[in-house]
Each structure stands twice: as structure tokens, then as C-alpha cells.
């Protein structure tokens, strides 16, 4: 069964730094989303994109963040000035087409230091 | 706004019994989608079952099924003959339906079950 894949699964920076997580979403998928897991926490949305543009995003998605499709097959968050309360569970996920079936990565887990 | 409650904060079972977990919500829409996914501790979110508010019909899948009261704003999630492998984080989620029926994939989850089942 296809997979959304993100790497790394465990990304350590120092606070202050740039970061870039990485997903492969599925390959017919024209969806993507962002969601983060602070530990102990609910899951949060974070950002939706199709055809190369945000369509939603949560007020937690400020300025430091931003996210891109590089290509046919990456979607990427960048985080510019990593903060300590940043530290979360990054899911990537993906869907066919504007339907309610969202099929999650395994995470990245981001530690700012 | 759209608030998903689960009140259990943890639950245990043992294997080949059943367990209920139980989910509130509380929204103004009318169209809408609910979702159980399960997260076991590879923290992976897996997708359990889908149930369209539009439906009376509750749905099932497999040893998995929920009992959605629409009118209470309820739906609980019921695993028969609960396996070892079912030991997990539960979350119930909200999605709003868009005009058409369409949903923008902005998923509003509650702060999750964790079920350990026993041999």
C-alpha cells in the first residue's frame, strides 16, 4: 500500500536555526497538509496546499513558517527561526482530492535546543 | 469554532474482550465528517473509521465500529475482540464538509485515548 514518507524522523537543532522537514506524499495525491504534536498534546493543523499554494492555515502557522513543492514528488515545511516551543511531532499527510480521507506519515520529531 | 472531547484519558481490556471509548463534540455545522485514527507507539496516525454526519447508519469496519448519536453530539468508537495489536493512542477527529460535500482537510482532534489491551 502506497505510504507518505517524511525524513528525517529525528531532526536536534539549536534554537535560532533554520530547519527543513521533508515529505514524499503519496503519488497521485494533489493535497497536502502539516500537522505538529507537541508532546502530551493534541494533534494540531497546521497548513494546506494544493495546486502550489496554501489553501488553509491555523494561526499557529505564522510568518516563520512556510511551506513548498520544490517538485513533483517533495513537500516541505520550513521553519526559519526555530524556537524552543517549536520541540513537536511533525505529521506530513496527503489525500487524493478534496475528500476527507487524509493519510498521515510517520512524523518527524523535532527537538530545538 | 469546532472542540472534539475525549474523556477517557486511558483505558485497558483484555484480549478478545470489548471496549467502548467515548468522544463528544461540539459544532454549529451541519455537514460534517468524524474520525477515529489510532497511534501506536511507532506514533504513526492510522485511520480506523470514517463516519459521515449526512448518514444514520453507523459504520463498521471489521472488529471496529462507532455508535454516532448526531443529536448528542456523540461517537463512540467500539473494538470486539480486542487484540494485543490494538494497543494504541485513539484520537477522535472533526472535519468541517465544504459546499459541495468537500472537505478541506483540516482535521480538529481531541486529546486522545491511550488503550492497552492484556493478554
Known amino acids: 500500500e502506497p505510504e507518505v514518507t517524511q525524513t528525517p524522523s529525528h531532526q536536534v537543532t539549536q534554537m535560532g536555526q533554520e530547519v527543513i522537514l521533508r515529505c514524499v506524499p503519496i503519488?497521485?495525491?494533489?493535497?497536502f497538509y502539516w500537522y505538529r504534536q507537541i508532546l502530551g498534546q493534541k494533534v494540531e493543523f497546521l497548513v494546506s496546499f494544493y495546486n502550489n499554494e496554501i489553501s488553509e492555515k491555523s494561526e499557529i502557522f505564522d510568518d516563520q513558517f512556510s511551506v513548498e513543492r520544490p517538485d513533483g514528488s517533495n513537500f516541505t515545511l520550513k521553519i526559519r527561526s526555530t524556537k524552543l516551543e517549536d520541540s513537536a511531532m511533525y505529521f506530513c499527510a496527503s489525500s487524493r482530492d478534496r475528500v476527507e480521507k487524509l493519510f498521515f506519515g510517520s512524523g518527524t520529531q523535532l527537538s530545538v535546543l | 469554532a469546532q472542540t472534539v472531547t475525549q474523556s477517557q484519558p486511558e483505558m485497558s481490556v483484555q484480549e478478545a474482550e470489548t471496549v467502548t471509548l467515548s468522544c463528544t463534540y461540539d459544532?454549529?455545522?451541519?455537514?460534517?465528517?468524524l474520525f477515529w485514527y489510532k497511534q501506536p507507539p511507532s506514533r504513526q496516525m492510522i485511520l480506523v473509521i470514517r463516519?459521515?454526519?449526512?448518514?444514520?447508519q453507523n459504520a463498521t469496519e471489521n472488529r471496529f465500529s462507532v455508535n454516532f448519536q448526531k443529536a448528542a453530539k456523540s461517537f463512540s468508537l467500539k473494538i470486539s475482540d480486542s487484540q494485543l495489536g490494538d494497543t494504541a493512542m485513539y484520537f477522535c477527529?472533526?472535519?468541517?464538509?465544504?459546499?459541495?460535500?468537500?472537505?478541506?482537510?483540516?482535521?480538529?482532534f481531541g486529546q486522545g485515548t491511550i488503550l492497552t489491551v492484556h493478554p
Open positions: 459544532t454549529s455545522e451541519s455537514n460534517y465528517y
Open positions: 503519488s497521485n495525491h494533489l493535497y
Open positions: 477527529a472533526f472535519m468541517k464538509a465544504g459546499a459541495g460535500g468537500t472537505s478541506y482537510g483540516k482535521l480538529t
Open positions: 463516519q459521515e454526519a449526512y448518514k444514520q
